[in-house]
Nanobody
Framework: QEQPVESGGTSVRPGESLRLSCAVS????????MAWFRQVPGKDREGVAM????????SYADSVKGRFTVSQDNAKNTVYLQMSGLKPEDTGTYYC??????????????????WGQGTQVTVSS
């Protein structure tokens, strides 16, 4: 079964930067949109950023606007999440989601058919 593969999670200090990567198959990459979600224990997955790879359209959660940037590399079928000015509240497991159903709201986890295993980001002094 096709599945996105995330990488790049690690522990950093507040204010530092980090880039996450999500590699997918060519088929998944060419579908509608991909997104990054994050989750902490006891809470629902939160939509962080979305990119529609064909149109280059992006959207962000209010909590990360101006600090996070989602981008794509068509040659590598890869989507990135560049995170700067990291805060302790950015800590969580970050998941890459692909194959968004048309018409569904991008920040709803139910909108996506394919998920990666997640990569841990910890922001702590």
């Amino acid at each position: 079964q096709e599945q996105p593969v995330e990488s790049g999670g690690t522990s950093v200090r507040p204010g530092e930067s980090l880039r996450l990567s999500c590699a997918v198959s060519e088929r998944l990459y060419s579908t509608t949109c991909m997104a990054w979600f994050r989750q902490v224990p006891g809470k629902d997955r939160e939509g962080v950023a979305m990119i529609c790879t064909r149109a280059g359209v992006t959207s962000y959660a209010d909590s990360v606007k101006g600090r996070f940037t989602v981008s794509q590399d068509n040659a590598k079928n890869t989507v990135y999440l560049q995170m700067s000015g990291l805060k302790p509240e950015d800590t969580g497991t970050y998941y890459c989601a692909a194959d968004k159903r048309a018409g569904d709201t991008w920040f709803h986890s139910s909108a996506y058919n394919s998920w990666g295993q997640g990569t841990q980001v910890t922001v702590s002094s």
